[in-house]
């Protein structure tokens, strides 16, 4: 049994946008049954532990163009969780173009955890981000968003992060931050080539990432930096399904095969390696899985910095190198870069805070 | 970028020495007091997946690092 159980409903593999780099595939109309996304709902707190967490996440194409089927699915993992003494965790990706009532309902609910894809300034969003007929997507988006802070929602806005938008990035913070955001997420585009020279300017744009981060704290939070001040403060995180790879963790299609990472549906082909035996109709539970190997190679056993590097994500190995357990040299300079630069801008700031008035403060 | 002391985006990980700035980062006491007090002024740690019980344990913590530092700020005026 899980004290803590990641399960991702892949409601439907339609979306309204048709993003130049996106990896899930065809934007085939093909939704989630109801009972399928219930009975894995089912399987996942039969899963958990008493007591323990069911971290349920909703996932797409667009998933808001399914919200009538997501309250559904949410009301029936608050009434299972409620029955086992469990907890529930709700979060939702979204595009923030979905403007229907109901899809205003799911991202309004207190308890749902929003994640809005913005890539920061509006001509570098339009680029990449347009809707199927090739309208510009940033203004919607950008109003999207302001709303949410007029209601006082908490939020995060996820970046994707390539070559061609990568010089941009700093700038594409301070503007999210102008319209009110005050948490992003930086998503590196995995799926596509690095050069040297892209790789430069991405350390370059780190560094300034970082500058911007440390200046605006603690009003403003970037998880690249988060995570890393975390890992070097030693401080004591919470345990999180994330990353279970089959093993506490499974994202379901909406056909209802079973893959360990909801990044590895694409679109669901008979040809997918990464599909896991079963279906989402049968069985009680999600156990009896056994997690697949963590990272192996050399030069990380040799790392310095090995205990506070996410090169251990086996989605992203796996999408770098065809092979779960290795990372590329992508994924390593892009930890170490984010380490040192984190540990740059903590030290400088060290030698400028007034930690009497800080203390004060509080 | 390996005469950055990078690895290549397109070959394999490459180890960090001990000796780079990160280690130092994590050996240097006042450092990670700076990492405490920022976490007690409102850092965002909940982005690290801490739930409420963990961050009372962290604000414990850090309590206790702030009051040595607020001790280490006094001596040296």
């Known amino acids: 049994m899980y004290q803590h159980f990641g399960l991702v409903l892949m409601v439907n593999h339609a979306c309204n946008l048709r993003c130049t780099y996106c990896y899930t595939g065809a934007k085939a109309h093909r939704p989630m049954d109801y009972m399928v996304g219930a009975r894995a709902v089912d399987r996942a707190v039969a899963s958990l532990a008493r007591g323990g967490v069911l971290e349920l996440g909703f996932f797409g194409g667009e998933p808001l163009v399914e919200a009538p089927l997501i309250l559904d699915l949410i009301e029936r993992a608050r009434a299972r969780t409620a029955c086992r003494a469990s907890r529930l965790r709700i979060n939702v990706t979204t595009n923030g173009t979905q403007t229907s009532s109901e899809a205003w309902d799911v991202v309004t609910l207190p308890d749902v955890d929003v994640a809005i894809s913005h890539d920061g300034l509006p001509h570098v969003h339009d680029r990449h981000r347009r809707t199927a007929d090739g309208r510009a997507t940033s203004d919607l988006v950008a109003q999207t968003i302001r709303l949410l802070v007029e209601l006082r929602k908490d939020f995060s806005v996820v970046m994707v992060v390539r070559p061609d938008s990568v010089d941009a990035l700093a700038d594409g913070m301070q503007y999210l931050r102008s319209l009110g955001v005050t948490r992003v997420d930086p998503s590196l585009d995995l799926w596509t080539h690095w050069t040297r020279e892209d790789a430069q300017r991405l350390e370059a744009a780190i560094g300034a990432c970082a500058d911007l981060w440390i200046d605006a704290l603690p009003n403003f939070s970037v998880s690249w930096f988060d995570e890393k001040t975390a890992a070097l403060g030693r401080a004591p995180v919470a345990e999180s399904a994330r990353c279970g790879f089959g093993a506490g963790e499974i994202a379901v299609a909406p056909s209802g095969n079973l893959y360990p990472c909801e990044r590895l549906i694409g679109e669901d082909g008979p040809d997918n390696a990464m599909r896991l035996p079963g279906h989402a109709l049968a069985g009680e539970h999600f156990l009896m899985r056994v997690a697949a190997p963590a990272r192996s190679d050399e030069a990380c056993d040799a790392c310095a910095m090995a205990s506070i590097c996410s090169t251990t994500c086996r989605c992203s190995n796996y999408v770098r190198t065809g092979r779960m357990d290795q990372p590329d040299g992508l994924l390593c300079l892009f930890n170490q870069v984010c380490a040192r630069e984190t540990a740059r801008v903590l030290q400088r700031k060290a030698k400028t805070l007034p930690v009497r008035e800080v203390i004060h403060a509080r | 970028m390996r005469d ?49 019980s963990t961050r009372l344990k962290i604000q414990e ?6 009051d040595a530092a607020a001790l280490d700020h006094g001596a040296r005026r």
């Open chain 2, 61 to 66: 913590r850090q309590q206790q690092a702030a």
């Open chain 2, 4 to 52: 950055r002391g990078l690895p290549d985006p397109n070959g394999r990980p490459q180890a960090m020495d001990a000796g780079c700035g990160v280690i130092e980062c994590i050996a240097t006491v006042a450092a990670a007091l700076v990492i405490s007090v920022l976490m007690l002024a409102g850092f965002p740690i909940r982005m690290a997946g801490a739930t409420r």
